[in-house]
């Protein structure tokens, strides 16, 4: 039932089939290559915040009479009151951005946790997508909000000095994104894989033969609640502390282009 | 001692001795925040905010090492067998 050479839930799944095998099934063959899970499972999570986003203000009134409105209105107002505070009285503007960010990024980590699913963010190519977002984001608001004056930021101090000054920022700001990129991409990464391997652990326990399965069952029981489930709760935790983290920069980096010096 | 030995072995000591440093450096910064927030208690939310900022900063210095070993690590087995000894 089990085979030493399997390295993903995944392929385990596929010989001994789970619930999300019947949907996966549904996708044609040509298509799993530019179409993997990861990506369907993103697209998901996008419209699922979309529709609570959508449910929560369809007839928007003064006063809230519909619970989702009074969470959303909560929601927002914490999102609001953070950007005030990190970014200064103009905050509002950028709320949307980092609030959306917060939330999806948020999701799609959790989404790993479902048994069947993988997380969107475990794969390179969505943290990349996502921490390009933040760091143009930033220079477009700086653009937006100070002009052509924004550039002054790339040099300092005496003027023969700019172009290398110039290129050691714009190093800068492409580091920026590969740690912000690595950072989620590792954490959630590591989590999966830990929860990965403990899984095919514990079902190489439940395979073996040789040993009665009165003895295996209450072993692989026992590992469950033991390992299983603390790194579940680990998972939750590393998941709600990245995306924290990612908006948290995001708004340091929207906060470094956008300020001007108070006189 | 061939190549793959001392390979794996330096490989498993990349992340516990990042891991070290990386505590320390927290260590350190987690006492200058508890310092400036016994010192003024009002600006604990703003100390808090840049104290997790800092913290994010240093661990990801501590994950980078972590996936330079989980991609390197499938090739271990490779490498005995291209090496032929262990």
């Given at each position: 039932m089990y085979r030493a050479e399997w390295t993903s839930v995944t392929q385990m799944e596929e010989h001994a089939?789970?619930?999300?095998?019947?949907?996966?099934?549904?996708?044609?063959?040509?298509?799993?290559?530019?179409?993997?899970?990861?990506?369907?499972?993103?697209?998901?999570?996008?419209?699922?915040?979309?529709?609570?986003?959508?449910?929560?203000?369809?007839?928007?009134?003064?006063?809230?009479?519909?619970?989702?409105?009074?969470?959303?209105?909560?929601?927002?107002?914490?999102?609001?009151?953070?950007?005030?505070?990190?970014?200064?009285?103009?905050?509002?503007?950028?709320?949307?951005?980092?609030?959306?960010?917060?939330?999806?990024?948020?999701?799609?980590?959790?989404?790993?946790?479902?048994?069947?699913?993988?997380?969107?963010?475990?794969?390179?190519?969505?943290?990349?997508?996502?921490?390009?977002?933040?760091?143009?984001?930033?220079?477009?608001?700086?653009?937006?909000?100070?002009?052509?004056?924004?550039?002054?930021?790339?040099?300092?101090?005496?003027?023969?000095?700019?172009?290398?000054?110039?290129?050691?920022?714009?190093?800068?700001?492409?580091?920026?994104?590969?740690?912000?990129?690595?950072?989620l991409f590792g954490n959630i990464f590591a989590k999966e894989t830990v929860i990965t391997q403990v899984l095919l652990l514990l079902g190489s326990v439940l395979a073996m033969q040789q040993i009665s399965l009165v003895l295996r069952a209450p072993t692989v029981l026992a590992g469950t609640a033991l390992l299983h489930l603390p790194l579940l709760l680990l998972g939750l935790l590393v998941s709600l502390i990245q995306a924290l983290i990612f908006m948290m920069l995001t708004a340091a980096y929207i906060q470094g282009a956008v300020e001007t010096h108070s006189e | 001692m061939s190549f793959a030995a001392v390979f794996a072995a330096v490989l498993g000591l990349a992340v516990p001795i990042t891991a070290v440093f990386a505590a320390t450096a927290q260590g350190k910064v987690g006492v200058a925040a508890m310092e400036g927030i016994a010192r003024q208690p009002e600006a604990a939310g703003d100390i808090g905010r840049n104290l997790i900022i800092t913290l994010a900063l240093i661990e990801a210095l501590v994950i980078y090492a972590l996936l330079t070993f989980l991609v390197l690590f499938p090739n271990i087995p490779p490498l005995i067998e291209k090496l032929g000894q262990l």
């Amino acid at each position: 039932m089990y085979r030493a050479e399997w390295t993903s839930v995944t392929q385990m799944e596929e010989h001994a089939g789970s619930w999300i095998n019947l949907l996966v099934n549904l996708e044609p063959q040509w298509l799993r290559t530019y179409l993997p899970l990861e990506v369907v499972t993103g697209w998901i999570v996008l419209i699922l915040v979309v529709l609570v986003a959508w449910y929560s203000v369809r007839r928007m009134q003064r006063v809230a009479v519909s619970g989702w409105q009074t969470v959303a209105e909560w929601a927002y107002g914490l999102c609001v009151n953070f950007c005030r505070q990190m970014i200064g009285p103009g905050g509002e503007r950028y709320a949307p951005l980092l609030g959306t960010l917060f939330v999806y990024i948020l999701i799609m980590n959790v989404a790993g946790l479902v048994p069947g699913l993988t997380s969107p963010t475990a794969t390179l190519n969505m943290t990349v997508a996502l921490a390009i977002t933040a760091v143009v984001g930033a220079a477009i608001y700086g653009i937006m909000q100070k002009g052509w004056r924004y550039l002054e930021h790339f040099v300092d101090g005496p003027w023969p000095m700019w172009p290398l000054m110039a290129l050691i920022h714009l190093i800068g700001e492409l580091a920026r994104i590969m740690s912000l990129s690595f950072r989620l991409f590792g954490n959630i990464f590591a989590k999966e894989t830990v929860i990965t391997q403990v899984l095919l652990l514990l079902g190489s326990v439940l395979a073996m033969q040789q040993i009665s399965l009165v003895l295996r069952a209450p072993t692989v029981l026992a590992g469950t609640a033991l390992l299983h489930l603390p790194l579940l709760l680990l998972g939750l935790l590393v998941s709600l502390i990245q995306a924290l983290i990612f908006m948290m920069l995001t708004a340091a980096y929207i906060q470094g282009a956008v300020e001007t010096h108070s006189e | 001692m061939s190549f793959a030995a001392v390979f794996a072995a330096v490989l498993g000591l990349a992340v516990p001795i990042t891991a070290v440093f990386a505590a320390t450096a927290q260590g350190k910064v987690g006492v200058a925040a508890m310092e400036g927030i016994a010192r003024q208690p009002e600006a604990a939310g703003d100390i808090g905010r840049n104290l997790i900022i800092t913290l994010a900063l240093i661990e990801a210095l501590v994950i980078y090492a972590l996936l330079t070993f989980l991609v390197l690590f499938p090739n271990i087995p490779p490498l005995i067998e291209k090496l032929g000894q262990l």
